[in-house]
Each structure stands twice: as C-alpha cells, then as structure tokens.
C-alpha cells in the first residue's frame, strides 16, 4: 500500500518529522509485513499503529495492559478529529455496548483492547465480525518467559490474531535485551529484519545512586526538593503503605504531594492522574503502578526510594523524565536492606512442589483421556492447590508448551439477560435471518427476578449453532439496546492430547522450572545492585544490557560525575542490616502452624504467611488479619524458609 508518509503526518498529526525508526515500522505495516519496535520509553511508539490505524482500510486492535495509556491516547486523538474506542474492565455495560457498535458501523476504526479481554468468548465472537487490519501488542516483552514481567495470557495473543484473522502485526515494547526481542519475534512470527530497535541513550537524563539507609530517605528526599528547581515529580516506592506514608511526610513538610498505587479505587486514581497533569510542579509518590502510559512530557525529576526490581523496570521509570527534551534528573537512593521486601515478592509467587502435585491431581484426572476435555475454575483450582491464580495460568502455559494441554476458548457457566422490551419488539426489530434463533433463545429462558437465566448449550442444540454463533446475535441484540446481556463463572477449557507417565515427575519438572524462574527474578535483583556498584560508566552499563553500548562514557552518571571531581568512582553500598528471628514471636507461630496445618504446615506456606505475603488458602483461613502475620518481614525469606523446614 503505497502512501505518502510524510505527507499523512502532517494532514493527521500536524507533525512535520518522524522519530528515530517511526518511518521504517510503519512502510513495513503499509507493505503488509508484521513488525517489531523497540524504542525507548517516549520514543513515540504509539504513532507506530495510530497512523497506519488511520490509513489502513479495516480495523486496528491495539493490546495493552494499560488502561491509563488507553484513555490517555483515545483523548489526544480526539483532540485532533479522530476516533478510538477502548475496551477494558473500567467501562460500564452501556459504555461497551456502544463502543463495539461504533466499530461494527466503521463510525470507528481503532480499539483498545485489555489482554484479559480476549478470556471473554463474547468479546472473541464479536471481534471476529470486524475486518482486521493491524493487530498491534504493546509491552510485547511479555511473551518472553525469560523476561522481566513474563504474563501467560501474553502467549496467547498470536493464536486470537490469527482467530480473527488479522493482515499483520505490530509488536511495541520499551525494554527488550535480545534473547528477548528473539522471542518477540518468534511468537509473533516477525522476520527480524523487521524488527526495529533506536537509540537507548538520553543525553537529557541525570542518572544518579546515592547509599542510603531506608530510615534516612524521606529527609533526604526533602533536601532534594529544597535544593534543586521545583518541577514535576515521581517518586517510586515498593509497598503501598510506603506511598501514603511517604506522601503525607511531604504534604506536612508543604509539598503538593499525593499517593498513588493499586488499592485506590479507580475513581480515585484517574483523579490523580487528571491532577499530576494539570499542575505545573506535582509529586506522585507512588508504587509502579503509576506511569505506565503517562505522556506528561515535562517531568522533570524521578527519585527512587528503593531499589527497583531489575534494570528493566528501572529503564522505563527513569524514561518518564524528560520527554521534552530537557534537562532532567533521576536519583536512586540504595541500600541493601531493600531486598528483603523485592525478595519477598520474588519467593510468593513459587509454589511448592506439594502444591503443583495438587493441581495436576485436578487436572490430570483418572477420568480425563487424550482427546477429552477439561474445564477449570482458576478460582477454585487456587483454593484447592494453594496457588494463586496468576501462578495457575503460568503452571497451565508450561503444560500448554510441553504438549500435554491444548487451550480452548474460556466459557461462562451461567448467562443472564434482562429484556428492555417484549420479546416480540425485539424479535420484529432483528433482522429476518436471526429471529429463528433468538426465539430459540428466548425458549430457553428461566425467569428470576430481574433477569432471565439461559440454558445457553440446550438452545444452542436445538437451533443447530455453535455457542460463538448464538452469542454474536445475543451481542447485537445487545447493542441495539432491545435488552442486557451478563456472564458468569468463568471456565477456562483444555484438551487432554497427553497424559504424563508421571504426574510427580511432571510436579518435580515444573518445580525445577519455577525454582529456575525465581533464580532469575533474583538474579535480576542483583543485575540492579551491579549497576549501582560498578566501576564504569553506569548509564553505559545499563545501554549495554538493552544492546545499545555507547562509545564514550556519558560524563552524567554518578560513576563519570564522581571522577570528573576526582573522587572514588565506584560506589560501595553497606551490607544489608543483621536481622534475627525473635525466639517469642517464633514460638507463638508455631503453635498457630499446628492449629491450622492445611493453611501452613508445608515450609514454603509458613514462611510466606510470616514474611506477609498472601496465598489462598490464608485469605480462605483469615490468616492474613492474624497479628502474626508478616511479623518476620524484615528477615530474609531464604533464612525463614530453612527455619521453616527443620
């Protein structure tokens, strides 16, 4: 498809100039390849569907977790006369309705979708309607499973792309080493001459580590503020606590400061947001949950109170300074005691090996032959194998991959409607080629209060249609408001195309596998901590994990700024503070670990209920409201863990 690029920038964006590598992914877009772009954070990769979006006949599915990024972006383009729909978990039952109508007429050509959309069947049968032009994956890193934030669901978006038959696809990710950008591009089958990777370096960005003891941060956190020219803030911490008791400190020492993080309602944290925008010199101290999609491009500082989870996550959160083009600084304070608590989360989400036997029991029933099918409850399969449901969907990926399961679509046990009008309106007010089926529908409804129960597999028998079928004309009917269509008790569904010779040695497999996965979470725990210590050039380091070296040292890190002044260029940081497991406070646990054996008795259990990280089995038992709970948080998980097992 030949278009005059340049030309399409200005008519749709009023931009005169692409950014680095913009122009080469979309011309492979326009030519009907699929492409990769690696760019990073502010590097524009959003125009790399938005434009094609605009040209391109059909429809663009853009994928993306962020429903900040979403909003954001759907705002911007309606700002300059263009449209865009987003679907995700924030948007009422009406606000859905109408925005997959919008697409179905072609009033709008670009939708953002949610990644755990594609669970919904109904959302699945109604995006096979649309013709697809462009399939487009942000935080495409995802998909690797050697990666820094691995997400199942991610593995999955390539077999929906195909299901509706998408032309092409985009996948857009800001941090990428190249055994990841290899799996990017195997997943969703990019010849990687296609994939494009800019420039890391920002000569913009200060990048600076000081050592400091966690009780010392907020102080020096405020001298940094006295110190240096007010301007838009970040400030990243780890726990949600941390956030609200960071934020209050500055707000008594006269900051504008709020806290952000996930447990605030969603209401509350559009209205941050909203605010950080409007103001001229905010501070958000928040989890990571913040700045994920936040285009202000006039931060001006982003501190660090702890150490960040790995290099990956650090590069996008010190990418949010600066956008503009100016000077900016990004501050690290460290200390060693911070891996206590970014350790903690690494070792909750490894399930014992007690705990994957479990669950294999429930999957890989005696019942259950090659060829059957099997339905789960991700909610119930975690309270009865005492792994969280994240986890699960990790576990079932690995059985997925070593051939033993094959995904189906996930289905709803129960669905209900509630007509607007007599069934007669809404039969006359169908076209002529559904009415036998929805009166069908309609046959098989059990009615209770406000809603109609559907006996969904019973019509679907007698009017001879698949269940896609039958939803695609419940979801128009929908659309045109004749009544409100709801599910229910989500399953997910597997065939069985092998049985394993053995399930404990099946367990013990993927036991090693998790085991490995956590060496490699820690390992990029420590990949942080090299970076602060180093003796070279730091941001150099840090471009070179990206496959980006510089061939100069940057003269703007802490390691050049400190040589320049003639100092020790290396930073050294203490070792973490001795900690101890308190006799009284073990001894207490234990005899609560003999009163509630199913929830603790196995080592991995205790030591998570002691550290303060949470598990089925202790919300279903209220262990998490006990006073003992996280009364070890500050001592290492791997020595609790060893205490645990005696």
């Known amino acids: 498809m030949k278009v ?13 100039e692409f950014r680095p590598g913009q122009r080469r992914v979309i011309e492979t877009l326009l030519e009907g390849r699929s492409a990769a772009a690696v760019f990073p954070t502010g590097g524009g990769k959003s125009l790399c569907y938005q434009l094609p979006a605009l040209e391109l006949p059909g429809t663009t599915v853009v994928v993306s977790p962020l429903i900040a990024l979403m909003k954001d972006q759907i705002d911007a383009l309606a700002q300059r006369g263009h449209s865009a729909v987003r679907l995700d978990s924030s948007l009422t039952a009406d606000e859905a309705r109408k925005a997959m109508a919008d697409l179905r007429s072609g009033a709008v050509r670009l939708v953002y979708v949610a990644p755990e959309r594609f669970a919904n069947e109904r959302f699945r049968a109604s995006l096979r309607d649309l013709d697809v032009a462009l399939f487009a994956v942000d935080e495409a890193h995802c998909i690797s499973e050697w ?35 290899d799996d990017i591009c195997r997943g969703f089958e990019i010849d990687e001459s296609d994939a494009v990777r800019t420039a890391f370096y920002r000569p913009n960005l200060t990048v600076l580590a000081t050592s400091s003891m966690p009780s010392e941060r907020v102080e020096q956190l405020e001298r940094r503020l006295d110190e240096r020219a007010a301007g838009a803030t970040i400030v990243y911490v ?12 500055l707000r008594r020492a006269g900051y504008s400061a709020r806290a952000y993080h996930a447990g605030k309602k969603s209401e509350e944290r559009t209205e941050i947001q909203d605010w950080f925008f409007e103001q001229p010199t905010p501070i958000v101290v928040a989890t990571i949950a913040f700045g994920m999609g936040i ?21 996008q ?9 100016e000077t900016s600084i990004c501050e ?9 608590a970014l350790e903690n989360f690494v070792y909750g989400d490894t399930p014992s090996g007690a705990a994957i036997e479990r669950a294999l029991a429930e999957i890989f029933t005696e019942e259950a032959q090659p060829g059957s099918w099997v339905e789960l409850s991700l909610y119930h399969l975690a309270q009865s194998s005492d792994v969280r449901q994240l986890v699960l969907s990790t576990l079932l990926t690995y059985l997925e991959l070593d051939g033993l399961l094959s995904a189906g679509t996930p289905t709803y046990s129960t669905f209900e409607l509630a007509p607007h009008r007599s069934s007669q309106e809404i039969l006359s007010s169908a076209p002529a080629h559904e009415q036998d089926l929805l009166r069908t529908l309609f046959h098989h409804l059990e009615k209770r209060r406000k809603w109609f129960r559907l006996d969904l597999e019973a019509a679907c028998r007698e009017a001879g249609v698949t269940r896609p079928q039958a939803l695609a004309v419940l979801e128009r009917s929908a659309e045109r408001g004749d009544l409100e269509l709801r599910a229910s008790g989500v399953k997910q569904r597997y065939q069985l195309l092998e049985r394993p010779s053995s399930l404990q040695q099946l367990a013990n497999d993927l036991t090693l596998r998790f085991e490995r996965r956590e060496e490699a979470e820690l390992g990029r725990l420590q990949q942080v901590v090299d970076l602060i210590e180093a003796d070279e050039c730091q941001v150099n380091r840090l471009a070179t994990h990206f496959a980006d070296p510089l061939d100069r040292d940057c003269d703007h890190c802490t390691w050049c700024l400190r040589k320049l002044g003639g100092k020790v260029a290396r930073l050294r ?15 207490r646990a234990q005899l609560l670990r003999q009163e509630h054996l199913e929830a603790l008795e196995e080592p991995r259990a205790f030591t998570r209920f002691l550290c303060g990280l949470t598990s089925p089995r ?29």
């Open 295 to 315: 285009d202000k491009p006039d931060i001006r500082y982003v501190y660090h109170l702890a150490l960040p989870k790995s290099l990956e996550n650090y590069s």
């Open 147 to 181: 990666g820094h934030n691995f997400r199942p669901d991610y593995l999955k978006l390539t077999r929906f792309a195909r299901e509706c038959e998408a032309e092409r696809l985009l996948a857009l990710t800001a941090t990428a080493t190249a055994p990841v950008l």
């Open 573 to 587: 940081l203490p070792e973490r503070s001795p900690s101890a497991i308190a006799e009284g406070p073990w001894r």
């Open 4 to 16: 005059d690029l340049s030309a399409a920038l200005e008519r749709h964006f009023g931009w005169t």
């Open 332 to 340: 690290l304070f460290a200390s060693r005691d911070d891996l206590n």
């Open 618 to 646: 202790l919300t279903k038992a209220r262990l998490t409201r006990h006073e003992l709970y996280g009364v070890f948080e500050q001592v290492p998980f791997a020595e609790l863990l060893v205490r645990a097992a005696e």
């Open 238 to 249: 780890t726990r949600q606590r941390d956030a609200d008791e960071v934020a209050d400190a």
């Open 317 to 325: 959160e010190i990418g949010r300074a600066g956008r503009d083009g």
